[in-house]
Every structure is written in structure tokens, then in C-alpha cells.
């Protein structure tokens, strides 16, 4: 019966699928849905300043629409329908929880091109995925951090417990370490991308553990505005510059820069050379910025920071560069080996030296 | 000058008219606030409560508004029960989310095996959690004369850890590449609550939320239960002279709230979203309570009310996509829908009066 219902849906999406295409020819219309507000100043926002370059590069060949707000789950599925049914050409789905639902509604519109962000499951040829190597500046941030903790003491407040995460937390952890060996990091789990009052609470507990230097995997300014009450603690920008926290505690950041990769495929759309692939790109790629690394910190660590960011670049380091032993004590990566994307991909454990565990 | 007089008995006229001069007052009120917005304010109404019944797509968007009244219906249904008699289950959202677990569990149990028997079992499965999960407050009351509100109301939080465990850990797919999240359950089909007919977003859920309605409207009128429910809400003294046992009315009323939050949690799990992820909880059970309140307790009228929430809910998705509006202005449409409902609903229990003269 199930296999009845879907081809039963799809055919009549097919059919309608076709008469909007084929409205919408002289203008190619560009989708995206937000998981957060578009004034987050953090993940939104930067997927929405790349839907702006989109808008600012092809001019009136394209047309953007975009629907903030998107709680991960059947209602994804809805707003991504109607997006199709309304003629969009190609769907940007900027956030992980949006896998299933992409893929589902892909299988209704073989005609839509859809992207999804940070997610793994291409199960039709209309689906490609993107994602940024987000690990590579938490190498810098990792290495700042080390140098600048004074307690010794290290808080990282994370989304979830899925890989890319992980790969923060471990990748901030090892540069950490190798400037300061006595270093320890403490995690907070927020269960959430965006949620001001839970990610202040969580930036408060870990200052009144001795933290003095923040990291987080969440969206919203909260933490930084935590840390601002507390004289010595620094922190980071997540996902945009968050500017408005310098010279200090914001002392440089980690900006998502989506615009290359929007430019990219939305261009290969309109020119007819556009093919289903699987993105991840890192600083090289210019997906991945460091924010500016302001004065609260001193020029050699400043300078430490930045060869790190050039030599990530060039190629010539991979943040994860073995000797690196799992947690427990096991080796992972042995001297010199560097890990293959495959294993960062579904990385589910701390190296040594972490703490606690991951939530299971 | 103006004064309320209370009328002797709520007139029958204004209960009806109520809602109506609600939702009208709620477009015009909108209306203008689209219009500071920039935004066309009819082309806007037009979009939320037209389009999803009768625009170009909306053979899609009719089931789309079943999917989501489905829910908000069942459980608002149980919870009225409970609310005539002065009984408060605040946490229809914690027996929601345990109903999806145990249901959910069940299901994954016999997880890749196939038997008719799967599904019923997981809708007992469903129900019995959100009944177990409601008889906590509803035993700590009627043995320790404990607050329901508050006890069910923190339950929610115990249950959203508990779903975030289940997700990360005891349910989480094993071949899910370490990601959180359990097997997609309507992609398998002995567990799937798929549409019973395609396109028509008719779910069992669905169905069920229809048989509530009927269910609860024969109870109200014709059933001995019916009468001591209504009774212990409108005279409590009388009730207990009647020979109404009151801890036998909690443990009924919470039990069957919970059981039907339960089951709308088990359908909503094995149906639209599909799996148990760590925000699966998408606060049905706390939209329910408005519904219960805007549908004035009465089956039939949650049965409209939850149409209605599901309508602002479907078409202002499609507002703010096709017509750019913030998700903000949305909620803020929707907040004042519920204000003027509220505030309208004087007329029903007052009359307005004019006094040309001051009094004495």
C-alpha cells in the first residue's frame, strides 16, 4: 500500500512539477530554508547573506525565496513541497535535522535540484550535499585558546553530540593542548542551534567552573554577551564575525562564508553544467574565514594563529595529524598519518585526553 | 461612560458569534500590520485562509492542514475531559513525546520483521506510555494532594531529556552512521503510518482524531461518566454529595488525556516526521491547550478550532515564503488570533452597557 501512496504522489507532483518549470523559464528561482531567524546573527544569517550574493551576482536571471523558522522535522517536508510546488528551481536546505525530508520530497520532484547542508544522504541523483570543514578553524581558535587560558580551563558548549561537533570539539582540544599540555575542556550540550537563554546559561556554568576561555557550536551571540559580564573570559564568533563584541571577548571567529558555493552551483544551473555532487570545503576553499583577530591578544599569539590559518591553506598541515590516540587510549592516527575524510565523517569519539563522554 | 454588566447566564448567541468576530477582527488587525510591513494586507489574508483550501495547490495543502489539526485535535479532545472537571494536565507534551517513545520502541523491536500485528501493537504501545506517563501527576495528586499543573507541566522537561537520550542512545539506527535518531519508521512498512489514501493526508491519526471527537461528544451528553465530569467542574460540593468520587475523576481524566496525547504521539512518529529524533518534540501538546480552550471545551468545537490553528499555521508558512514576511509576524498573527478570542469572549458572559449619566 505504502509503495501504491508514493508513486501515486509523485506522479501527481511530477505533473505539476513539469507545468512550473516550464512558467518559470525566464527566471531561475532559488530557495532556502532556514532552521533559524535570519537576524541570528550566526548560522541563518550567513546562509542568508549567501542567498544576498546569489541575488547580487546573477541580478534578474534568478529570483530568491526563503522560509526562516524551520522546526527539523514533518514540517520541513511541508514548506520544502510548497517551495516546489511554487516553482522553485533548486532548494537549498541549510541545516542537518533536514536529511530525511530532503530526500523525501527529492523523490517527488525529480525535476528540482536540491542541496542539503552538513548531511550525508544523496539517495536520488537530484540531491547534493555541502558542507564546510568547520574543524580547520576550530585548529586556530584551538591554538588562541591555548595560549590565552589562564586557568588552564576550557568550555565548549556543543549542539549536538554528531560528528561534525565532535570534530570541533577534538580538532580545538588537540591545538589547545600542544601549546598548553596541562589544558582540560569541559562540554556543555545545548540540544539546540539557536536558543539565546539556554546557550547563556550554559556559557554562565562554565565560567563559574574557571573557564576562561569559550567556545560554542551554537548560533546566537548569547554566549559572548555572557562572557563580556566576566573581566578575562574570551570567546569566539560562531558561524558570522559577531563584531559587535571586539576587540574582546570576541577576540576573532569562525565565519561561514556559503557565498562561493551558492554562486557556484546556482551559476552551473543557469549555464547547464550543473551535476550532483558532495562539497566540503575548508579555508582553502575561502568556505571556511577567520575572523579578525583583534589586539586583546598578543602579537605572537596573533602570529601563532595565523600560521596556522596559512599553513591549513596552503595544505601543507591537516588538523588532524596523527599521533593522535582515541580517548581510552587506543590509537587512532599513528605518527604522521593524516585522517581520511571518510573517518571525520562519522567520528563519534574524543581523543585522548577529553573528559566525560558523548552522550549515548 | 461604559460599564459590564454580568449577564445571568452566558448568552448562547455571543459563544457562537465569538470566534467568528475573533477571526475577523484578527484579519483586519493583521491586515494592518502586514501593511506597515510593506506587504500587501489582502493578497496576505488571502494567502493564509484562502489559498490552503481553495488556491491552485491546494490538493496538497487540505491534506497538509489534516496532518497538522490531527494532533492538536486528539489530544485537545482528551485534555478538555479533564479541563470541564477542573482538572489541569498541563503536560500533554511529556505524554505525547513518551507515547511516541514506547510506540516507537515497539516498532524498532521487531525491526526488519514483518506481521500485521506490528502496528496495532505499537498504538497499544503508544497509548499505554502516555497514560503510564500521566498517572504520575495523577497518583502523586489523589495520594499526596500534590499540584497536577506543576507536576505534569515539569514532566515535560523529564520526558524531552528522556527523548534525547532514546535518540542518542537506546533507539538511535545503527546504521546511521553515528548520527542521533532512530530508523526511519515510514520507510518501514510494517511500522508506518503512511495516507490512507494518497494525497489526502488522511492518516490513522487522523482517523483517530475523528473517532475522539465522536467518542468524547457521545461521553459528554449521554454517558453517567459525562454528567459527573461536567458536574465536578460546575458544582464540586453537589458533585461530591452526588456520590462523584473526585481522586476517581483525576485518575480517569489525566488517564485518558494521556493515553490520547500518547497516541497522537505514536501516529505523528510513525507517520509525518517519521522517526525519533532529538527535536521531535514539536509542542503539539502545549498548542492543544489553546485549541481545547479555543474550541470552549466542546468536541466539535476543537474539531473547528484545530482546523483553524492548523490553517494559520499551513498558510502562514505559505505567507511568509511567497510574500517574504518575517516567521515573527506570523506568531504574531497567530498571538493575536488568541487575543481577540480571549478578549471577545467577554461579550459571551458580560453585556455592554452605556450610562449617559454618572452614578450617585
Redesign the interface.
Known sequence: ??R???L??AA?ALG?SLAGAAFAQDKLKV?FIYVG??GDGGWTYQHDQGRLAVEAEFGDKVET???????????A???L???A??GADIIFTTS??YM?QTNAVAAKFPDVKFEHATG?KREHPNVSTYDARFYEGRAVMGTIAGHMTKSGKIGYIGS????EVIQGINSSFIHAKKINPDVTISVVWA?TWFDPAKEADAAKALIEQGVDVILQHTDSTAPLAEAAKTPGVIGFGQASDMTEYKPSPRVSAIIDNWAPYYIKRVGALLDGTYEQSAAWEGIAGGEVEIGEITDAVPAEVKAAAEKMRDDIAAGTYHPFTGPINKQDGSVWLADGVVAQDGEL????FYVEGITGDI?? | MLILEKRPSPSRFWQGATPVLAVALTMIAGGVMFAILGKNPFEAIRTIFWDPVFGEFAWYFRGQLLVKAGPLILIAVGLSLGFRAGIWNIGAEGQYIMGAIFGAAVGLAFYPASGWFIFPLMVLAGGFGGWLWAMIPAILRTKFRTNEILVSLLLVYVAQSILSSMALGALRNPEGGGFPGSRNLSQYPAAANPEIIAGSGMHWGVVAAFIAVIAAYVLLQRHILGFHIRLAGQAPRAARFAGVSPDRLVVLCMGISGALAGLAGLFEVSGPAGQISIDFASGYGFTAIIVAFLGRLNPLGILLAGLLMALTYVGGDNASTNLGLPSASIQAFQGMLLFFLLAVDLLSNYRIKFLLKERA
Open positions: 500500500m505504502f501504491r501512496t508514493l501515486g504522489t501527481v505539476l530557495g531567524p535570519v525565496v526563503f522560509q526562516e523558522n524551520v522546526p527539523e522535522g514533518a514540517d517536508e511541508r514548506v513541497t510548497q517551495m510546488l511554487g542537518f535535522g530525511d550525508f549536538f553530540p554528531i560528528p540540544y565523517a562519522g567520528m563519534n552522550p549515548q
